[in-house]
Structure formats: C-alpha cells, structure tokens
C-alpha cells in the first residue's frame, strides 16, 4: 500500500484559487491511479479527479472540468490538484486516494486513503 498526506487547503474566497498537494510513500507511484474526491457536510464523498500512473490519462467530475486540473510527479512522489475558479459549492474536506491499475474512477475501488484536508470558499 502507499502512505498519503494532503496539504494546500484553507480559506478563499470565490473566484480565487488553491493548489493541493499529495505527498506519497510506499511502492513506485506509476503503478498506481490517483485521484482527489470531496466530501462536504451531509454529503457522500464524491469523486472529483482521477489521473493514470503515467498521467497519460485524466478524468474530471462535471462540477469541476475546466476549472481544476489533476498532475503528478512520480520521481518525487507528490500529486497535485490546481483549482481555479472556486465556488462556495466547492467547499469540502479533499481526499488524495491511490490504486492500483487499471484506471478506475470508481472510489469504492481506491484501497488507500490520505486524512484529507479543509477547503473553504466564501461568497
């Protein structure tokens, strides 16, 4: 399995932007899909971003295509995720989660989890 670790979240307001990051430990990063979910108070955790273990793929949930982008570094183990554009409906805490391949963007199916970390975006 792989250690993760968010940071990058806080307190914005609207329009602005935040940039996560995923710092990973364990097994080599291109055996594994990334991807970044969300989960807001009285919600289910929903996807949000998914990336393949040589980033030659992306996937985007609908609310956020165009506004965030998904990257990964394997040779330092970091994964990130830009988001421009914030809205107050993106308030959450974002999750950084890793499986391995094939792709998936389904998260029942990501074994390995970070702590999360707060985003807030005010009106």
């Known amino acids: 399995q792989v250690q993760l670790v968010e940071s990058g979240g806080g307190l914005v307001q609207a329009g602005g932007s935040l940039r996560l990051s995923c710092a990973a430990s364990?097994?080599?990063?291109?055996?594994?899909?990334m991807a970044w979910a969300r989960q807001a108070p009285g919600k289910e955790r929903e996807f949000v971003a998914a990336?393949?273990?040589?980033?030659?793929?992306?996937s985007y949930a609908d609310s956020v295509k165009g506004r965030f982008t998904i990257s990964r570094d394997n040779a330092k183990n970091w994964v990130f995720l830009q988001m421009n554009s914030l809205k107050p409906e993106d308030t959450a805490v974002y999750y950084c989660a890793a499986k391995r391949i094939p792709y998936s963007t389904n998260l029942a199916l990501y074994p390995d989890w970070g702590q999360g970390t707060q985003v807030t975006v005010s009106s």
């Open positions: 990336i393949s273990g040589g980033a030659s793929l992306t």
């Open positions: 364990g097994r080599t990063l291109s055996s594994y899909v």
